[in-house]
């Protein structure tokens, strides 16, 4: 057989090819996965979102060690705004991103999304309560968080079981709820489930809306104040959620209690941080971590370890669930073995994560993206730390309802 | 609706209204005088909102208190912002001007940014969660102590220009640039005493203003547009016009909220400022140009 210079060059390419592809096989089994994180770490949002970031800062040395996966974060600050949260997910995109996690804020998540679902790469929700995100029919966005209508009902079950336990019964609420996609979501689902709940004692005697970028909420509490309820029902984020306490201080309303049925503000550090001994007796029914959990023990070490002055029970529900957001990531690049979106898509739906970090049951995700069965808890702050004080299974300690507070108006 | 309720909602009105037209007078001051818009208002009213705290965190400085220092270091940034940057703009194109103090904006919320980061800070003093009852009636403790000392500026920057000679020295500048060339006045020097003074009354704003809000890098552009909607309600270059304007934003705001929808409060201030450009474009104290 003669050796032409055809045939030679055939030989060489072969050879080159079968030379580099060990080098091949090995560069894709060190890849990364590059995961977009996307948060309001600025604007007025920015506390809450900087305590999502702890989060996900902790977990790639988390996941490695737990899954042996390499994950880079890509963080982009959506500066609390829905138009630069949905140019930021365009750019990680651009920039290569797998997967995209975000984006605690429902208006800017539902943004996000939208980017997503166009350009086919999947977004893992890890805050975000407004239903629509998961019933556009999206085959790339997936949600481990309770929707509003879960977490309405959730938080309105739980101001029954309060009501129980301290042998309570409040004739009347006034619901304050901030003018904002999340808030108009809770709002919907409080007016279409709390006529249901007949074993709840109260009616809404007034509800008030407010701009979530107030400056000023002197008439809100004024209205509130004069609506003579004997307690609030209040869906509110951080910054006002301070500016509402404060003013029911200055305006001497002592209602028997702030309860919020499933909104963030009154278990964050910095309500704690500004306004001492006044943020005491708010209670939260929110979403939260389960301190037994094993998992939670591993996050909460890595926390402190990256956080030494700081505490996890202020950041519990914004770790634990963006925390979960980039194991789902995680756990479906493991089994998929391949950063391609559509296969890491298929990955994540096919997600069952028993042993998680916060309450309920497995991570598994719905036709529509969706985690079913979060479970929520009744969070009381007290002496600057908030504590479980229901269900009795995973209580700290026990409510007190009325606050001590308590002067009827 | 209760009596005391509507009471205790147009006394807040008129409190927040005083202390908007504190924020706005430094505003109106500049422009009445060195014709120059400050499009920077805001954000040097949230320098001297962090100055404040900054005080207070080290030597707990009441906020009262630091308004004599955050005042007099304003008044010396006020005079180098305008001798050093502001002045060789004057005869250009407002657009220039406009872009100019624009960009002085940027550059302070971003270094803002870069040195405090995104977080709010806010001071903590004893009697910013009290309250005065007079019956069934609440006065803010923080809002009234902020209105006194808007009423207070206002007086003393009235009285400055009606009675010394550098305070009619400014006005004649005001009222008649060249005029005021001729008779041998120094012009630029007596714009840059004046936009120190305009930013002096943004520093007393914003030591008063950092006992009702929190304070942010993001803060500035709100406040920048309040006190535009302020002064343009009252009339540009009016000392009391800024005060007027500011009670009937704040006034307004407040009846909004109570009898219409507390969310839509901010669309009846800007329904406000439509209304007055329409029936009297100069403000309501506004002279004619």
């Given at each position: 057989m003669?050796f032409?210079?055809r045939?030679?060059?055939q030989t060489?390419?072969?050879?080159t090819?079968s ?5 091949g096989?090995?560069?894709a089994q060190?890849?990364k996965?590059?995961v977009g994180?996307l948060l309001?770490r600025s604007?007025?949002?920015g506390?809450?979102g900087?305590s999502?970031q702890?989060?996900a800062d902790?977990?790639?040395a988390?996941l490695?060690e737990?899954l042996g ?10 500066e609390?705004?829905v138009?630069?949260a949905r140019?930021?997910?365009e ?5 290569g ?6 984006a605690?804020?429902?208006?800017q998540t539902?943004?996000i999304?939208?980017?997503?679902e166009?350009?086919g790469?999947?977004l893992?929700?890890n805050?975000?309560?407004a239903?629509q ?8 966005v997936f ?5 509003a209508?879960d977490?309405v009902?959730?938080?309105?079950d739980l ?5 129980l336990?301290?042998h309570?019964v ?9 003018n904002d996609t999340?808030g108009?979501?809770m709002?919907?689902?409080i007016?279409?489930?709390?006529p249901?709940?007949?074993q709840?004692p ?6 008030i809306s407010?701009d979530p ?5 002197t008439?809100?509490?004024s209205?509130?104040k004069?609506?003579g309820a004997?307690?609030?029902l209040?869906v509110?984020r951080?910054n006002?959620?301070i ?6 201080v ?6 028997m209690g702030i309860?919020?049925?499933g909104?963030p ?6 309500y704690?941080?500004?306004?001492g001994?006044?943020s005491d007796?708010?209670?939260s029914?929110?979403?939260w971590?389960?301190p ?5 023990k ?7 370890k990256?956080n030494?002055k ?5 950041h ?5 669930f963006?925390f979960e957001?980039l194991l ?9 073995r391949?950063t ?9 739906r096919?997600?069952n994560?028993?042993?998680?970090m ?10 529509k ?5 979060i479970?929520?808890?009744c969070?009381q ?14 209580a700290e ?5 009325p606050?001590?507070y308590?002067k009827?108006? | 609706?209760?009596l005391?309720?509507i009471v ?7 409190l927040t209204g005083?202390?908007?037209g504190l924020?706005a007078?430094g505003l109106?001051v500049?422009?009445g005088?060195?014709?120059v818009v400050?499009f ?5 009213m949230?320098v001297?909102?962090y100055a ?6 080290a030597?707990?400085l ?6 004599v220092?955050?005042a007099?270091?304003?008044f010396?940034l006020?005079y180098?912002l305008?001798?050093?940057?502001i ?7 407002e ?5 100019l103090?624009v960009?002085?904006a940027?550059i ?5 940014l ?6 709010a800070r806010?001071?903590?003093v004893d009697y910013?969660l009290?309250s005065w009852a007079?019956?069934p ?8 102590y902020?209105?006194?000392l808007?009423?207070a500026?206002?007086?003393a920057?009235f009285a400055?220009f ?10 004649a500048?005001a009222d008649n ?6 008779v041998?006045?120094d012009v630029?020097?007596?714009y840059?005493l004046?936009f120190?003074?305009g930013s002096?009354?943004?520093?007393v ?6 006992l009702l ?8 552009p709100a ?5 535009f909607?302020?002064?343009?309600v ?5 000392l009391?016009?800024a005060l ?19 969310s839509a409060?901010s669309m009846f201030?800007f329904?406000?400022l439509?209304l ?6 100069q403000?309501?104290l506004?002279?004619?140009?």
């Amino acid at each position: 057989m003669s050796f032409d210079r055809r045939r030679f060059n055939q030989t060489l390419a072969a050879a080159t090819i079968s030379s580099l592809a060990p080098f091949g096989i090995v560069r894709a089994q060190s890849s990364k996965l590059k995961v977009g994180v996307l948060l309001p770490r600025s604007g007025v949002q920015g506390f809450i979102g900087q305590s999502c970031q702890k989060g996900a800062d902790l977990a790639p040395a988390v996941l490695r060690e737990m899954l042996g996966v390499d994950i880079e974060l890509m963080n982009a600050d959506t500066e609390s705004n829905v138009d630069t949260a949905r140019t930021r997910a365009e750019r990680l995109i651009q920039e290569g991103a797998h997967v995209l996690v975000g984006a605690f804020d429902s208006g800017q998540t539902a943004a996000i999304a939208q980017v997503a679902e166009q350009r086919g790469v999947p977004l893992v929700v890890n805050v975000a309560a407004a239903p629509q995100i998961t019933e556009q029919g999206y085959k790339f966005v997936f949600r481990n968080f309770q929707t509003a209508i879960d977490l309405v009902r959730n938080g309105l079950d739980l101001i029954g079981d309060l009501f129980l336990a301290t042998h309570t019964v409040p004739r009347t609420a006034v619901y304050m709820h901030v003018n904002d996609t999340f808030g108009q979501a809770m709002t919907r689902g409080i007016g279409a489930l709390l006529p249901r709940r007949t074993q709840l004692p109260f009616k809404i005697v007034d509800t008030i809306s407010y701009d979530p970028a107030a400056r000023d909420l002197t008439v809100e509490i004024s209205k509130a104040k004069a609506s003579g309820a004997d307690f609030l029902l209040l869906v509110c984020r951080l910054n006002d959620g301070i500016l509402l306490r404060r003013e029911m201080v200055k305006q001497r309303w002592n209602p028997m209690g702030i309860i919020s049925p499933g909104s963030p503000g009154m278990y964050e550090e910095q309500y704690f941080k500004t306004l001492g001994k006044y943020s005491d007796y708010s209670i939260s029914n929110v979403p939260w971590y389960n301190p037994k959990a094993p998992l939670t023990k591993i996050v909460e070490k890595a926390f402190l370890k990256q956080n030494p002055k700081d505490k996890m029970v202020f950041h519990a529900l914004n770790v634990g669930f963006t925390f979960e957001a980039l194991l789902v990531a995680a756990d479906a690049y493991k089994r998929a073995r391949s950063t391609d979106p559509k296969t890491l898509a298929d990955a994540i739906r096919q997600t069952n994560i028993t042993s998680k970090m916060t309450l309920g049951a497995p991570i598994k995700f719905n036709a529509k993206g969706q985690v079913e069965g979060i479970d929520s808890a009744c969070v009381q702050n007290f002496g600057g730390i908030p504590r479980v004080v229901l269900p009795a299974a995973a209580a700290e300690t026990k409510p007190v309802f009325p606050a001590p507070y308590f002067k009827k108006t | 609706m209760p009596l005391d309720l509507i009471v205790n909602v147009v006394v807040a009105g008129v409190l927040t209204g005083l202390v908007y037209g504190l924020m706005a007078l430094g505003l109106s001051v500049i422009f009445g005088v060195v014709r120059v818009v400050n499009f920077a208002h805001g954000e040097m009213m949230t320098v001297a909102m962090y100055a404040t705290v900054l005080l207070f965190a080290a030597f707990r400085l009441d906020p009262f208190l630091a308004v004599v220092p955050v005042a007099a270091a304003f008044f010396v940034l006020g005079y180098a912002l305008q001798a050093g940057l502001i002045n060789p703009f004057i005869t250009r194109p407002e657009h220039s001007q406009f872009i100019l103090l624009v960009a002085v904006a940027m550059i302070m919320v971003n270094v803002l940014l870069v040195v405090f980061g995104p977080d709010a800070r806010s001071v903590q003093v004893d009697y910013q969660l009290e309250s005065w009852a007079l019956g069934p009636i609440l006065f803010d403790k923080a809002r009234v102590y902020a209105a006194s000392l808007a009423l207070a500026t206002s007086a003393a920057l009235f009285a400055f220009f009606r009675f010394t000679l550098t305070g009619k020295a400014i006005r004649a500048c005001a009222d008649n640039w060249l005029g005021a060339k001729v008779v041998g006045l120094d012009v630029k020097r007596y714009y840059a005493l004046t936009f120190g003074l305009g930013s002096a009354c943004v520093a007393v704003a914003g030591c008063m203003m950092v006992l009702l809000v929190d304070v942010t890098p993001q803060l500035g552009p709100a406040y920048t547009l309040l006190a535009f909607v302020i002064v343009i309600v009252g009339g540009l270059g009016s000392l009391t016009g800024a005060l007027l304007g500011g009670v009937l934003i704040g006034l307004s705001e407040a009846l909004a909220g109570l009898f219409i929808a507390p969310s839509a409060k901010s669309m009846f201030s800007f329904g406000l400022l439509i209304l007055v450009l329409l029936l009297r474009p100069q403000g309501l104290l506004g002279k004619k140009s």
